[in-house]
Nanobody
Framework: QLQLVESGGGLVQPGGSLRLSCAASGITLDYYTIAWFRQAPGKEREGVSCSSRSGGITNYADSVKGRFTISRDNAKNTGYLQMNSLKPEDTGIYYC??????????????????????WGQGTQVTVSS
């Protein structure tokens, strides 16, 4: 049975750090682009970051560049999102998603949200003092 299970969320103070994990089962993660999305209270879901199948291409939303790092360990079938220097506006539910395809080497743009094949249930991140 396919599962994407996010973990690592919680309540942190501004400036703090969290590392989110996305553990995949039922698929071989090597074949999938992985991405992170988030949905803040009262806002639409937005793309945060994505990583190509090998991890060779990574892309970030402007709002998180320099603070967040996406990575993956295909041997462990797990993706990660390291979040540093967290801000209150980073608060939201974070979802991982996978797409059985690649990231364009030419455009380096993440697949659109409708392209993803599977989604996790989400993990809550709250940044507040």
């Amino acid at each position: 049975q396919l599962q994407l299970v996010e973990s690592g969320g919680g309540l942190v103070q501004p400036g703090g750090s969290l590392r989110l994990s996305c553990a995949a089962s039922g698929i071989t993660l090597d074949y999938y682009t992985i991405a992170w999305f988030r949905q803040a209270p009262g806002k639409e879901r937005e793309g945060v970051s994505c990583s190509s199948r090998s991890g060779g291409i990574t892309n970030y939303a402007d709002s998180v560049k320099g603070r967040f790092t996406i990575s993956r360990d295909n041997a462990k079938n797990t993706g990660y999102l390291q979040m540093n220097s967290l801000k209150p506006e980073d608060t939201g539910i974070y979802y991982c998603a996978v797409y059985r395809g690649g990231v364009s080497l030419l455009t380096r743009r993440c697949p659109g949200p409708d392209q993803y094949d599977y989604w996790g249930q989400g993990t809550q991140v709250t940044v507040s003092s």
